[in-house]
Structure formats: C-alpha cells, structure tokens
C-alpha cells in the first residue's frame, strides 16, 4: 500500500489527482526478507541505510519495472496474497544474480482477506482443561515483553466447531 501510495503522490500512476501537476512515473521493487539498517559511515550519524541481499533483489526489481509500475518478488507477493491483485510478469534475469527471479506486477490492492484467514474463522477452538497449557504460554509472553527471546513449539489436535 505504500508503494500505490508512493506512486500516485509522485502522479506516476495514470490517474489524475492532485499532485501539484507533478508526473514522475516511478519503478519500485519489493522484495521480503532481512536485512541489515544501520548507519553507513561513521561520520554521518543521520544517514541510515538498509544493506543486504533482500535490499539488493528489491533495487533490481526496482530495475526491471517499467515506468509507472510496481514489481513484487514470489516471497513478497506470497505474504501479499490474498490482498493483492496481481499479473505475472514472468521470471527475470536480475544484475548480478545467478538465476532468475519470479516477479509480479502490482495492478492494486484490495482489504479482502487471504483464504487461510477466511478458513480460520470459520472455526472457533475452545480451550476446555488447558489451563496449565494457557499460563506457560502467558509466562513466555511476559518473558519476551521483558525482552528475553523464546521459541514455543505447540503441537496438538484441533478440536473445532463451526460457528453459529
């Protein structure tokens, strides 16, 4: 939703709007994943960066895009699905990279929710006789509140019933 929004601010999206009679058509890339942010030198404490490989793929999207349009890379669009409509652009050759990488062209967005939300409320679990099971989930949560990292595995049967 930034980047659309990016987009029309700069009048880069073929609708008229009130842009101050600005037309930038810009190219923007997305791409999911870590990355680094931090100042880039140390005589510049103002000017922060975003370093990494996941920065990196985004720039070369950002290359392969046409004026006006926004591409997403597959892990991008995947953790959009379900909000985003897109057209598949294909696979690309990105600068500097061995391979190719899937991409998709951004056409909106909408606030329809993914199936697996849609799937997951159509149940509702009840908890009867996890107790014991719901306090050390909340004794891990104020661990991590308090800033101590914790990994939980929960592995059980789902025991459901439709809504209504």
């Known amino acids: 939703m930034a980047a659309i929004a990016i987009r029309r601010a700069l009048g880069g999206d073929g609708e008229v709007a009130d842009t101050g009679g600005l037309n930038l058509p810009v190219r923007i890339g997305i791409h999911s994943g870590p990355v680094v942010f931090g100042p880039i030198g140390e005589n510049l404490p103002l000017d922060r960066t975003v370093i990494g490989d996941t920065a990196s793929i985004a720039a ?26 897109v057209d598949t652009v294909g696979p690309g050759a990105l600068k500097g990279k061995a ?4 991409a998709y062209r951004l056409l909106g967005v909408s606030h329809r929710r993914s199936a697996l939300d849609e799937a997951a409320s159509a149940y509702k ?22 800033g101590q990292g914790q ?13 209504g």
Do not use: M, N
């Open 125 to 146: 679990t009840i908890f009867v006789g996890r107790d014991s099971e719901l306090a050390t989930l909340s004794d891990f949560l104020r661990q991590v509140e308090d």
């Open 60 to 85: 070369r999207l950002q290359q392969l895009a046409e004026p006006g349009t926004i591409l997403l890379s597959e892990p991008a669009y995947l953790a959009a699905q379900g909000y985003a409509r």
């Open 151 to 163: 990994a939980i595995g929960v592995v059980g049967d789902l025991v459901s019933a439709s809504p």
């Open 99 to 102: 391979g190719s990488i899937l």
